[in-house]
């Protein structure tokens, strides 16, 4: 089986660390075709980014349906696009917040997110909303980095992930944490340990959802909203 | 003062009925700049056109920010990259969805909705609930016509349209009707007079929105969500 | 095209000030018609006062419909006797509490209301919640003044609007700020500057909502819960 | 224990025969003082006669808190002006619709209500979404008849109240039936009988709860938006 | 009329505290019959023990039908299996949770509720939630106390119950006070007098609605929800 | 890994039918452990089913533990006793009427639920509600058979659940079916090629997320409602 992972960004090392995270969690024989957002914004920080971000993702996904994938995960954590690349598959199309908050929801009764940017909590107050997860939903907090500096060492960022992960504990009475961007993968071992709660991390949630309901023969409903896009 | 109005779909004879709507309603000293999707779908229908048709309506907000508009429309329903419009504006962008049905709450306890054809009921049902409206509309409806048979003189599209709001009126219990798309807007005063119900047209009311809002001056806020996309 | 204006207390100094407010912002050719609640409570604090005023308001209206208003403005954050009044009118009838609010959901994500005295917040709250915007709304706040000292130049009530704004923008996460009072009306400007957020005050909104509305034909929906009062 | 009863509008018909229902279930000790909407509408049909109504309420409040009352029981489905009832009353306020609609999600997981006219059904809607019970509330329902002929021995009334109960329990899924006028108190028993199912009628819910309430030692709390009307 | 209250846990001593407060409500003639939660768990903290209490509350409720009781109140905030009560009841059910809270919402604009321990908060805001009172529900609060400890003399739990309602006060902007376990029944007027707002407490109010609605006939819908259980 | 699959009922055919569902499609190296009610009722219809059949769950369950299993999944539609099984497992712990309905999400913009007996509609209506994904859920239906009904081989009950499923299709605009109950878990690929539209078995999907997530070493959180019972 494989399950196409797209990055809508234009950060080829998000792409790789993203994929190392989602090939570590894989059963046997599922292979993850990973892309990148070539020409696409280096980041996605807000609706504009997102925007300009969906023409590439779309063709990665008709791509992939060509390749025969058996499903595909969008690991941005506004979900762009979402609706457009199911009217393209067949087979499951999971956004990371989607997959995260919900995943939430079925291992606490309330969560708080962590994102990067202080524009970008309003985009996820959205999703919680339009997802039904928004009365589980404590706080979506930023913690006030830039999506990229997620990819420089020296930067701070984790630390200062972790320093509002702390804070989201201490004010928010939260019982798990959803991490607020695909570029967090990686860390998500770390800030489990670091703070002592459940830290979800959607890019890993989103493979094994697809991963699953691909395996057990669902795909994207074809009747009515994601049928194939009408020929003029 | 300039209003930019877009037509997000490629279709010419569409952006020219819409800007003659728009054109018949603005007061003295209003001009409106009417743009056309080129290159996008030659119909907005489900969430994939919708999509392929966003970066070129960008491109039309960026040029008239350029040409110092006072704000701006968006003439689709589907209510396509509203937000990534608002961080490129300065004064207001309204979408023809948003305008009419929050209009349609301004006149009536509760309005239905006839759009085009079926997969736009879950697209415009969503909008509904994101704009805080669904407990007042009580229904969306499809004529099951394509959008452009609206640009056809003889499809009998408009007839189809008519005995839908009809049906909607029977069965609804509606006070009011929202024409869901903007190649209907005119047939707004003989869709009135055939049925006999206030019949909304987004495209007027957003062009009346913005050219109110602009006028007192407000426009959108830079503070968080719609600043400015970030530079990288 | 003449709008009713109607300030539902018995001040007429706010009445002046109001219509002050709806004459530098309307069209040419348009007459505002300003009326006070003469007999009604001097200001509009809680539910009685509120409820004190609305015959005085209807009568006000169903003259204004023998004048041929084209529309109606209530200019009391309350939003009283809306529902009495569009069963009078003809045209739209808007109060200055659903036009402001719903206005700032076209602006911006996200708005606090700054509103006179504690007593208030509980009922702006559930207007918010009736209007499908409480999910926008980040908070009502009071500023903790009577909304007569707004009449009083020395008061220090508008040092107390503007100081209350600073606080919803430090701690309420919002985007835009409505002004909760239509005694606030002439302080817009002011606090605009005073603060860098967008000030959304309704009487402006909503004078240039029905001015819109009623200029493209649009009026109150006859067909069930606005028909005009049962003769008995 | 006093409890009074105001009937807000003008028929003292409908006044008699809603205390009667009253008397029939209150405790030893407890008096009914009933009063009617003298110079009101005869009946209650709208947003209107609601309004007119209320001054006349609020008088009767203002006199049974002088005469000590225990607490109110205001008994018109529409629940008009209980919030400024509750700025002016000790003991508890409560309107018949919230009493009738609490109590039938206390007795069954859903219900629907049947009202006397179209025009009340939107009225009806908003109420119970105000009280926070539409998701239990299946239908709101009209017999179409005016409230009058409730008072009229052969309008037909009755039956017609009671095969809309049986449209209801055949089409709804409902598991009780909410009476949406109080002048239908008088055919609770009957329309049990014939129907087969729960028949709620908010007059002596509505008194009992004040009853138990007002019993047990709880008022209308004074702390913030129900405390006297402030003096100015 | 003989009313049946269940202590769903194992705390003898808390029947007769609660047994106490509902016998000194009662009208003339009504006989409380009390019941303990033999062989559950001593207090019912978390989904767990609600779980567990359940079958001897079931057997409870049987015994009570078969002595022809006319209505049954649950006596933990939790408001444990009372679906199932109601399906084995012919008379009202009710749970004090669900009192409390609906009759704080016919007294005040919004709530607070005080409760026991923190892992109790999350399911409180759930009930809050199914009741739909959550948009007046200010926030649920834990005075981080174990049940038993109220019944413990010395044990500062009272004091720590009504600190944490005068911080609900401070911090809540909220109107009454519910509070969250039964076991606080006794507490009731001294936390009146202590704090100067009106503390609910749901034993005394959930007797009153059940003793009120027997009394006028109604009882439990047996139509679909709440029928009998199927016997197989 | 090991997936402990509790059967909430005492049908011992109806655990074998599920558990081979569960077995066929689980990845290499995970076992099911598959348990039955034994002591509990025959089938799950109603609150009272539920209630009684959760003490026996939460048996298994904490053996279950013992035991180390990876994760738990509670085989009935009901979701009975969840959050009391969250609260003994460290591994995640899903319901079936939660995953699918999740999943359904996932895959359609709204479904509707088949399931057995009239009884169990409000009780799913509920679930829909609290997991937030009522506004996608078009309906929710009975076929009108007994759950056992589906152990039996010519009841019928099959194509009955088939014809109400294509009622579904006509009648509600859904685009996807969700199983009602996990006797009908072998009939899922009949039922797809039967009716055309995606069917949803929660049993499959449920095993599939607990196997994901907990693959990802993601299990229950133990900070607040869901830790470890309190000792007393």
């Known amino acids: ?3 196409l992972l797209v990055n809508p960004n234009a950060t080829a090392s998000m792409t790789d660390k993203i994929a190392a995270s989602a090939r570590r969690v894989v059963g046997p024989g599922v292979e993850i075709v990973a892309r990148t957002g070539e020409g696409s ?5 807000g609706h504009h980014d997102e925007a300009m971000s969906v ?3 779309l063709r990665h996904v008709r791509a992939g349906e060509e390749q025969g994938v058996a499903g595909v995960v969008v690991a941005c954590f506004d979900d762009p696009g979402i609706g457009a690349c199911r009217e393209l598959a067949t087979g499951p199309v999971i956004g990371i917040a989607e997959a995260a908050m ?3 929801t079925m291992l606490a009764t309330s969560f708080s997110v962590v994102t990067t940017l202080p524009r970008s909590v309003p985009v996820i107050e959205e999703l919680a909303r339009r997802y039904g997860v928004d009365h589980q939903c404590r706080k979506v907090r930023s913690a006030s980095i830039p999506v990229l500096a997620l990819e420089e060492e020296d930067s701070g960022a984790r630390e200062k992930v972790r320093d509002e992960i702390l804070r989201a504990i201490r004010e928010d009475n939260c019982e798990a944490i959803v991490l607020g961007c695909a570029g967090m993968a990686d860390l998500t071992d770390w800030l ?3 703070t002592g709660v459940p830290v979800i991390d959607g890019v890993t949630v989103a493979v094994k959802f697809v991963e699953g309901l691909a395996g ?4 994207t409903s074809k009747i009515c909203a994601y049928a194939q896009p009408n020929q003029k």
């Not at 914004?41 to 920080?45: D, G, L």
């Not at 057990?216 to 795909?219: K, M, V």
């Open 192 to 194: 489990s340990r670091e």
């Open 41 to 45: 914004p280096a980041s996605i920080e």
């Open 102 to 104: 919900k995943a939430a």
């Open 55 to 57: 023409p590439t993702l």
């Open 1 to 3: 089986m494989k399950i």
């Open 216 to 219: 057990i023969g669902l795909g």
